[in-house]
């Protein structure tokens, strides 16, 4: 397919904007006859892989654990209270500092 100068540099620059380098764009276009929606898929499915990161902090608190023993559970299973919440809010808040 022709394409005129202008028209070549406004989709170069309209599949540029989305991300990719002026060659890479240039390139796909003329890989896929100047088809926008072509050169964007391949240029995505060329892409590799987002690896999923998880980053984790760990806060030292000093805190209390209540355990509520029940007739039908013989294991202790911890309870909390929305002041123990509070509480370890405003620890980790005043560690952090």
């Given at each position: 397919?022709?394409?005129?100068?202008?028209?070549?540099?406004?989709?170069?620059?309209?599949?540029?904007?989305?991300?990719?380098?002026?060659?890479?764009?240039?390139?796909?276009?003329?890989?896929?006859?100047?088809?926008?929606?072509?050169?964007?898929?391949?240029?995505?499915?060329?892409?590799?892989?987002?690896?999923?990161?998880?980053?984790?902090?760990?806060?030292?608190?000093?805190?209390?654990t209540r355990v509520a023993?029940?007739?039908?559970?013989?294991?202790?299973?911890?309870?909390?209270?929305?002041?123990?919440?509070?509480?370890?809010?405003?620890?980790?808040?005043?560690?952090?500092?």
């Amino acid at each position: 397919m022709k394409v005129s100068e202008a028209e070549r540099q406004r989709l170069i620059s309209a599949v540029s904007q989305m991300g990719f380098t002026y060659a890479e764009a240039e390139r796909a276009l003329e890989r896929h006859q100047w088809d926008t929606n072509a050169a964007v898929n391949a240029l995505l499915m060329a892409l590799p892989e987002p690896m999923t990161t998880v980053n984790s902090t760990t806060a030292t608190t000093n805190t209390t654990t209540r355990v509520a023993t029940s007739h039908h559970h013989p294991t202790p299973t911890p309870t909390s209270t929305p002041k123990q919440i509070v509480d370890l809010t405003v620890s980790n808040h005043q560690n952090a500092v």
